[in-house]
């Protein structure tokens, strides 16, 4: 009996005409209403159905679910070992010892050991999938289902199907097996007066199941056919956005108005749950009452994401990222702040990536971190119980988890807050089963993708974020629907393991057309609301981004597009005030200055301000990947261990050193750099070779040195330098800077000598003999190494000097170090910020 929504008819009217339907229905079959079952596809049809009901006076029929019914006529028995627990990481163990009896399987494990893990995987995707639809039918019609299921999976036999088929036929055997009866074998021993069955976003096979037997049925069919859904009375609205954070913001701003409307509760579906969660934060912040009908999965929680961090800090590569993702997370909340804001920044000033540095100093926070986590640490297979334990105790000695978002449920996931596989189901496998750190942590990641977690609700909720199929036939006072576009808005394939869409169809299990027909089914059902709010995004990145077919058969349907959803927010206007250049006027020097600071005093003063006075940095990344600035501190580090060890063989020697200087690097992101410096090394040996014939000697390299140039106000004024490379000539001392860069920009750069401040700071540091000589010694030309001369250095450095004297006395006596904002200087200077030059006048 078709029984579908009207257009425009309240939801309140729906439930009483669904209610006089089954009570005439009954009387006319001679049955009492109040030995009737009615079954609802979703528990939160319940109240609005008992309220109809109510409303009738008398009695009224038993309103609940298949799922409900079955669960209060008595708990299903807990898994044995070897049998599917639906718990997907410990039923992961049991499919380990089923597949290690196929040699099928122990062959595929020996050529590829992560297709054997995605294998393993499927098999256990697929004994649940079997598992599922099993239990929808009825006893006696449970050995036929395997059967066909064995039939179809023959039938895949040969070529590429063999690992699938395979697969398959393990997981009927293993469901097969199973001698528990599901819990809904106890709606099979009912006798009620009658079943009365609801359907809506498709038929539910547990019910028709039921229906089949000998008792009076009655089967309300209430979808509405989209194609033919054209709304009636419906404030029907559709908004386009440019990119994510706009649809999440548009998408808060739409529930708030339909609030402010009077629409309450509104329903915020939750089909992109991404968005969803990010217009969740938005409504929080305006203190909007909401209930989550949907959580997420815990993986994604504050708590799962600081034990993750510690986990992998402590079992895959010791990262130093990961360690302080931990130690800044809440459960490093023991650790004294200040002591932990010092541990990071010696690190990053260091630039370690690695704990070792840290083990050797054995400095007193990183050994008491070192000892609270030391049951979890040390290499080697344990058992998984074992794992547990240690878990448990470095989580005790941190302090506790459960305060933090997501804890309580993590606790009880991974059964550390109590102990309950002692004499339960999984004893046998957590008891047994041996697993090597990195399959720990493995294990606890799929534990935690696999449970889910629901925030705590708000009473009276205002807002209830809900997946769309159990939004039909509730009483909303409006929806808004986010992510109506092609790539959102689309049937997701059902989870069937290795079986195929058509072997799922002809055992009636979920399939794609069956889940296109309820989304399509359960879309229809939102234009039977009051007011409606679909908005999507019209790009994804630079690609354009369709809207979804459901919408497009909507507007067709309809005869036209839909109105435009309009904004109410008020624009803010913006007084524009233009922000003059800054300008600070410190009447205070650094204690030292370096090539570095002098040559940012030279480019921009309130940079050598903001560097050098107020000591502005940003921190540098722990983890990143290698560049060129790295590749040139080692060819620095590699040329003076070559130098100072030089033997006799210098291809030898000079590839010995770089061994040397790499064993601190990562090999493989250095590849590239040392393939580089590969080429680099017999034109380097060539040059050597060539400037030693003419009389040309090494002297020093990376020489750190200091002077007081300076006379008067700043006779104390310590400029400071490390010079790459001192040479012996027989025309005097010879400064060498290595460069990684182009010969022609470095000529350039010395075409104005007095432009140049490198290597006229480090002239001064030699005093500026007049023999001195320096150059910069390119290194990665494609022929041969390039001397580029500095041409009378010594000149150039005293010129510096005075020009120092001068504008540094004028800081000490009060003048501005002004922002200049010019050229590339601007381009990449961190403190753009600091003195605002994109506002200024």
Partial sequence: MNVGLEPGEDIDAFWRRVAATCADWLASQGLALRDAVLLLPFAQQIAPARRAFSARGGWAPLITTT???????????????????????????????????????????????KAYVAARARLVETAHALARGAAQRAPQARQAFFEAARARLQLQAGGPGDLERAL?????????????????????????????????????????????????????????????AVPTGVDLRLAASADFEALAEQAATAVLQHLNAGRAPVA?????????????????????????????????????????????????????????????????????????????????????????????????????IRDATAPLAGGGARK??????????????????????????????????????????????????????????????????????????????????????????????AAVLPGVDAATLAASPPRNGVLSDADAQALGLPHMAAQREAQAWAFAQLLRLPAVTLLRCSHAGAEPLPPSPLLERLEAAWGHTLPAWQDERAAAVLAHTPTPRRAAVPACLPAALSASSI??????????????????????????????????????????????????????????????????LDAADFLPYRAAFERVLPRYVSWL????????????????????????VLAGLVLQGRLDRIDATRDGPLLLDYKTGRAAELKDKLKAPLEDTQLAVYALLMDAAPALQAAYLALDEPDALKLVPHEAVSETALALRDGLQADLTEVLGGAALPALGEGRVCDYCEARGLCRKDDWA
């Fill in 384 to 477: 998984l119980g074992g794992w547990l334990a240690d878990l448990g105790r470095v989580l005790r000695r941190l302090g506790p988890l459960a305060g933090v978002e997501g804890g309580e449920p993590l606790l009880d996931a991974l059964w550390i807050s109590r102990n309950p596989w002692e004499g339960s189901a999984h004893e046998q496998v957590i008891g047994a089963t041996r697993l090597r750190p990195d399959e720990f942590l493995a294990w606890v990641d799929a534990t935690l993708e696999g449970a889910q977690f629901s925030p705590q609700e708000d009473a009276q909720a205002a807002v209830i974020i809900t997946p769309m199929a159990r939004a039909l036939l509730r009483p909303f006072g």
């Fill in 268 to 368: 915020l579906l939750a089909q992109d749950r991404v968005v969803v969660r990010r217009v969740r934060t938005l409504l929080m912040r305006q203190r909007v009452p909401m209930q989550d009908e949907t959580g997420w999965t815990l993986a994604t929680t504050p708590a799962a994401a600081a034990l993750m961090a510690l986990l992998r800090a402590l079992l895959a590569q010791p990262v130093l990222d990961d360690w302080l993702a931990w130690l800044k997370s809440p459960l490093g909340a023991a650790w004294d702040a200040a002591a932990l804001r010092e541990l990071e920044a010696l690190c990053r000033r260091k630039g370690w990536r690695q704990t070792g540095p840290l083990d050797a100093l054995a400095l007193p926070l990183w050994r008491e």
């Fill in 168 to 228: 398959g036929l393990v997981a009927v055997a293993w469901v097969e097996a199973d001698d528990r009866r599901p819990a809904t074998d106890a709606l099979f021993g009912q006798r009620p007066g009658a079943w009365l069955v609801l359907e809506v976003g498709g038929p539910d096979p547990l019910a028709h199941a039921l229906m089949t037997r000998d008792v009076p049925a009655l089967r309300l069919q209430a979808d509405v056919d989209l194609d033919t």
């Fill in 599 to 664: 040559e940012a005093l030279r480019n921009c003063p309130y940079q050598f301000f903001s560097r050098s006075l107020l000591g502005l940095r940003e921190p540098d990344e722990l983890e990143v990947e290698l560049d060129k600035r790295d590749y040139g501190t080692w060819l620095h580090d590699v040329l003076k261990r070559f130098h100072e060890q030089r033997s006799g063989d210098d291809l030898a020697d000079l590839r010995a050193a770089a061994d040397t200087e790499g064993e601190r």
């Fill in 67 to 113: 799922n409900s019914l079955a669960s209060s006529l008595g708990p299903s028995r807990l898994a044995a070992p070897g049998q599917i627990s639906q718990d997907a990481a410990i039923d992961a163990f049991t499919a380990e010892g089923l597949l290690a009896d196929q040699s099928w399987a122990l062959a595929l494990r020996g050529r590829d050991e």
């Fill in 689 to 712: 070779a060539e400037t030693e014939a003419r009389g040309q000697r090494f002297e020093a390299g990376e020489v750190d040195k200091r002077c007081q140039p300076f006379d008067g």
